[in-house]
C-alpha cells in the first residue's frame, strides 16, 4: 500500500485466501483492505490519535438517502447529542481530488448537514468549516481538534 500523508499507524492485517485484511477497530471486525479503506483506516487513526475524537461517536460505511438514491458516506463524526459534526469522503491514492469530489462531499451534507467537511486521497487533506447561516463554507488549514 502507498505511503500516506498521515503520523505512522500500526493496523492489525491478516491474510485470508491471497487477500489482505484489515482490522476496522470501529466495525470491530476484519475488512477487505482496498487501497480506499487504507486511506480511510488512516482517516480513522488520524481523527481518534491525532485530533481526540471519541470512538463512541464515530462510524464508518453506513448508508444516507439522497433524495431516492441510497449512498454510503466514508467516515461520520458525531456530536453527543446526535448533531453531526464531521463528514469525510475518503479517495485512493491514485485518485486525484477534483472538483466532483467536493460536490460529492457537498451532496451527501445535504442529508447530512455536519459543521466540518474533509476530502482526502491520503496525500492531499482538505477541510473546511459550514456557515448555514451566511450559506458559506470556510477552507481551514487543519481539522480542529474534538472538543
Known amino acids: 500500500m502507498h505511503t500516506l500523508n ?9 491474510n485470508s485466501e491471497n487477500k489482505i ?8 471486525k476484519f475488512v477487505l483492505l482496498t487501497p480506499e479503506e487504507w486511506v480511510r483506516q488512516h482517516v480513522v487513526q488520524f481523527l481518534l490519535q491525532e ?8 462510524n464508518v460505511e453506513k448508508q444516507v438517502k439522497l433524495h431516492d438514491l441510497i449512498k454510503r458516506y466514508d467516515v461520520l463524526a458525531y456530536k453527543p447529542n ?22 460529492q462531499i457537498a451532496r ?3 442529508a447530512l448537514q455536519a ?5 482526502t486521497n491520503g496525500l492531499q487533506h482538505y477541510f473546511c468549516q459550514l456557515d448555514y447561516v451566511a450559506e458559506q463554507y470556510h477552507f481551514l488549514p487543519d481539522l480542529p481538534e474534538w472538543g
Open 108 to 110: 451527501y451534507n445535504l
Open 51 to 58: 485530533k481526540k475524537f471519541p470512538k463512541s461517536l464515530l
Open 82 to 103: 446526535g448533531d453531526i459534526h464531521l463528514v469525510v469522503e475518503c479517495k485512493a491514492a491514485s485518485i486525484p481530488i477534483t472538483q466532483g469530489t467536493f460536490d
Open 115 to 119: 459543521d466540518y467537511l474533509m476530502v
Open 21 to 28: 485484511a484489515v482490522f476496522d477497530e470501529l466495525r470491530k
Open 6 to 14: 498521515f503520523p505512522r499507524y500500526s493496523f492489525r492485517l491478516k
